[in-house]
């Protein structure tokens, strides 16, 4: 069965420190897509990044970038000089290819604070 | 134009009603999604339409019947609510059903049962 762990429950940083969210996969597929997602103090959630799980290579856009290793099963998440505007809680979630269909499974999230 | 909408943002109402949310997209997209996020942030998938076709129901209790009248409309019907209903009901919708597809959600109906 899918599972996606987020362990850091919340995180606080003054602004302009960076700081990485940590998230840890289990599945079974060979072919799965990873996913972030914010969830602003505004209620909606907001689609950051999509990774396949052929594609190893890591990303970067602007101040974020993510992490993605197999060999760990883990998709981390770093924002670089972080700003107030970055306060939200960040959602992982995972989808496997054997299903035929999308089924995201969500992390807890980890709630980022940051503070000026 | 807002891409995923619902109606309505808030709903208060009492144990034992019976109440619809509503949701529309815009994009063009294929597949839509109900997901329910409880108090503690924690976001589930209750169901997903592929082309108006039921594909996925995760356990959800038979009090809520979802009704996808065409591709761009996803409602949710909860009858005789219960106290442990309330939360917030997203609406999401992806351009197809493939686990590849990322899903655009809309702002979230916030559902409290007294």
Redesign the interface.
């Known amino acids: 069965a899918q599972k996606v762990t987020q362990a850091q429950t919340e995180i606080s940083v003054v602004e302009k420190e960076d700081v990485t969210l940590d998230c840890v996969y289990e599945t079974r597929d060979t072919?799965?897509?990873l996913?972030w997602?914010k969830?602003p103090p505004s209620?909606?959630?907001?689609?950051l990044i999509?990774r396949?799980s052929f594609d190893e290579q890591n990303e970067i856009s602007g101040r974020y970038s993510w992490n993605f290793q197999k060999s760990t099963s883990s998709f981390n998440f770093t924002i670089t000089a972080s700003q107030v505007v970055d306060s939200a809680?960040y959602?992982c979630a995972l989808?496997?290819?054997a299903?035929?269909?999308?089924?995201?499974?969500?992390g807890?999230?980890t709630?980022l604070l940051v503070s000026p | 134009d807002t891409a995923v909408s619902q109606t309505p943002k808030y709903l208060v109402t009492q144990m034992g009603n019976d109440k619809s949310i509503k949701c529309e997209q815009n994009l063009g997209h294929d597949?839509m999604y109900w997901y329910k996020q409880d108090s503690?942030?924690?976001?589930?998938?209750m169901f997903?339409y592929?082309n108006k076709e039921l594909?996925?129901n995760e356990t959800v209790p038979n009090r809520f019947s979802p009704k996808s009248p065409d591709k761009a409309h996803l409602n949710l019907h909860i009858n005789s609510l219960e106290l442990g209903d309330s939360a917030?009901y997203?609406c999401?919708s992806?351009q197809g059903?493939?686990?590849?597809?990322?899903?655009?959600?809309?702002?979230?109906t916030r559902l409290t049962v007294t």
């Open positions: 072919t799965y897509y996913f997602y969830q209620g909606e959630l907001v689609f999509r396949n809680v959602f989808s496997e290819a299903t035929g269909f999308q089924k995201l499974v969500f807890t999230g709630r | 597949t503690k942030k924690f976001l589930k998938i997903s592929n594909i996925i917030v997203f999401a992806s059903q493939r686990g590849f597809y990322e899903q655009y959600f809309g702002p979230g």
